[in-house]
């Protein structure tokens, strides 16, 4: 692919120069295949670029490609009639005794084929390319047995060679404790979750490991255990932790120089400070809290204040978050939690990177590659202020359109 100069744009670059949003008024990109090779100002263009011939982007604005680093994409079935009985008044365990819950997302994952799952998750990803995003990290944890948990992630590499899109896998075998095992927790680790993430990673299937540690799934001895396995196997990690309440696993995850830890409502100093020390993102799940009417706020002044790095994901999954929307991901973080348009803009690109563990995207520097989003806004601030309205003008990955 020859190069290509993109002229006439507001471009936020999200580099860590000092100037918010890292923004690059009358900006000017030179492109050479997949990698951006220089970016700065139009009338700074180096003489090298000046015979290609000019894109006019209109004065519109461009981003990095947004990442949704935290999904649970592929799964069976869905919860609506859960999500209405508990607006008619029903309890968990009510809901739970019709077979609702976490465990009639399993059963219906794991009754569905290999095609029924991608058909049905690709709607999802559909949804999330539209809206500009360019990287996607997708999960298993709906199949809690060794077939079907391979199946979810065999799905999930799928996704990218069906759609132009980069996806990272994490094994979740973790997630929840299947009715075949209630109360054998330790039986279903070792007898299906552990030797299952070594059948995953022994067909490529695994970038990363993931569990949820809460009192309604795994211990924090137990998420070692877990971890244990996957430092074995050479896979980074990162954990659904302190959502319900506080058990310390963010700690413990931090300790093990996790990539990121997830949700985070009941984080308090001790885990915040043991997120900074490792380098540990805190991913943020407004989808979540706004489902499920939680009024427990992660704390926002602490990971601030000790300069954790802070991302934004949809958390898109059946029960709990059914939201297939960065954009109003984005809105959410700054009405629900008060980030600021630019942390949550910078949260759903150079932040989520860094949760994914990438470093070739995120940003808008040279050498990075050319994932891009150009929208119709002259300010990037109205990416979040909007609600249910996309603005995207056109999506670029790895150099095309």
Not at 129 to 155: C, F, N, P, Q, W
Not at 187 to 216: M, N, Q, S
Request: negative net charge.
């Amino acid at each position: 692919m020859s190069r290509r100069l993109l002229t006439n744009a507001s471009i936020v670059t999200l580099a860590e120069t000092g100037l918010p949003y890292g923004l690059i008024e009358d900006g000017a990109l030179v492109l050479d295949g997949d990698t951006i090779v220089w970016v700065g100002k139009a009338t700074e263009t180096p003489g090298e670029h000046s015979s290609l011939v000019a894109e006019d982007l209109g004065g519109r604005l461009i981003t990095p490609g947004l990442i949704d680093c935290h999904t649970h994409v592929v799964f069976g079935g869905n919860r609506a009639r859960e999500f209405e009985m508990r607006l008619q008044g029903a309890t968990y365990e009510e809901v739970a005794r019709a077979g609702g819950g976490i465990i009639s997302t399993v059963s219906a994952t794991r009754s569905a084929s290999e095609e029924e799952l991608l058909a049905s998750a690709l709607t999802r990803v559909d949804a999330l390319i539209a809206e500009g995003v360019t990287t996607l990290e997708i999960k298993s944890g709906y199949g809690l047995d060794h077939e079907t948990e391979l199946r979810m992630l065999r799905v999930a590499r799928k996704i990218a060679e069906a759609r132009p899109i980069h996806v990272l896998t994490t094994f979740l075998g973790a997630h929840a404790v299947p009715p075949e095992y209630k109360d054998r927790a330790d039986a279903y680790l070792d007898e299906v979750c552990l030797p299952t993430l070594a059948a995953a990673h022994k067909e490529g299937l695994v970038d990363a490991v993931d569990g949820f540690c809460e009192r309604i799934a795994f211990s924090p001895d137990q998420m070692a255990r877990v971890f244990d396995k996957a430092s074995d196997l050479g896979l980074p990690i990162k954990l659904h932790a302190e959502q319900l309440s506080n058990l310390g696993g963010a700690a413990l995850a931090a300790s093990r120089k996790a990539l990121s830890a997830d949700h985070l409502e009941y984080l308090d100093e001790t885990g915040v400070k043991a997120m900074a020390e490792h380098g540990t993102v805190a991913v943020l799940l407004p989808g979540a809290f706004y489902t499920l009417r939680e009024t427990q706020y992660p704390p926002l002044d602490l990971l601030r204040q000790h300069k954790v790095p802070i991302a934004l994901a949809t958390d898109c999954n059946p029960g709990s978050s059914p939201l297939a929307s960065l954009l109003l991901t984005m809105n959410m973080g700054c009405t629900l939690f008060r980030m600021t348009p630019e942390e949550a803009l910078a949260g759903v690109t150079r932040e989520a990177a860094r949760a994914l563990g990438l470093t070739n995207v995120g940003t808008i520097e040279a050498g990075k590659r050319a994932d891009l989003a150009v929208w119709n806004v002259s300010h990037p601030a109205e990416l979040s202020y909007r609600i249910g309205f996309n603005v995207l003008e056109t999506r670029i990955f790895g150099g095309s359109r």
